[in-house]
């Protein structure tokens, strides 16, 4: 069954360092999703992104965050100069274009 | 008015027993509806989608009421492994997935 993988599983990185979250969608999903969930916190949107470009950001998604698809199968976020509240589990989802989203198994991210 | 709104549990229940999650969405332009599962620490699962005739798959049936913009998930004859935290989802379509903040049930021996 496709999926949506993730790497890292697990990020540790130190306050002030940039990382990158790499996420490989389903191969013939046309939309893709960042969300992250604070421990114990709901899940919350990032940004989606259509034919090459960002379609929607929420609030949290400010000038520290940027997403790219350097190619036709990654779909990476990254996030300059980490602080201490992003630490989160960082979910990337895909849609083919039908209402359901599929979610890869996260990235723990710890700023330390 | 938050946008989704779910019951804030936990809901603790035995083995067996039937357990309804209810939510609440403030968005009428909503148009797409879900429920997915939540492992600890695991990514979101769809469950299932929720239609506006209802429907059901096994054990678990969704019910959707627009005019009401109420959203409800019923598991019969629960398992142990139904345990985890249920989330209520829902996005206008193109549009980003808004998330309830979840209900965790815990089924119990």
């Known amino acids: 069954e496709p999926e949506v993988t993730q790497t890292p599983s697990h990020q540790v990185t130190q306050m002030g360092q940039e990382v990158i979250l790499r996420c490989v969608p389903i191969?013939?999903?046309?939309?893709f999703y960042w969300y992250r969930q604070i421990l114990g916190q709901k899940v919350e949107f990032l940004v989606s992104?259509?034919?090459?470009?960002?379609?929607?950001k929420s609030e949290i998604f400010d000038d520290q965050f940027s997403v790219e698809r350097p190619d036709g199968s990654n779909f990476t976020l990254k996030i300059r100069s980490t602080k201490l509240e992003d630490s989160a589990m960082y979910f990337c989802a895909s849609s083919e274009g039908t209402p359901e989203a599929f979610f890869g198994q996260g990235t723990r991210l710890t700023v330390v | 008015r938050k946008e989704v709104e779910q019951d804030p549990g936990p809901f603790n229940v035995p083995e067996g027993a039937t357990v309804a999650f209810n939510c609440t969405y403030s968005?009428?332009?909503?148009?797409?509806f879900f429920w997915y599962r939540q492992d600890c620490r695991k990514e979101p699962k769809l469950l299932m989608s929720?239609?506006?005739s209802g429907n059901e798959d096994g054990r678990f049936t969704a019910q959707l009421n627009r005019a009401s913009q109420y959203i409800s998930l019923l598991i019969r004859d629960s398992k142990l492994s139904d345990s985890a935290t249920y989330l209520c989802v829902v996005t206008v379509y193109g549009q980003n997935f808004v998330f309830g903040p979840g209900t965790r049930l815990s089924v119990l021996p």
């Open positions: 992104f259509y034919n090459n470009e960002i379609s929607e």
């Open positions: 929720v239609y506006s």
């Open positions: 968005n009428s332009a909503s148009q797409s």
């Open positions: 191969s013939n999903h046309l939309y």
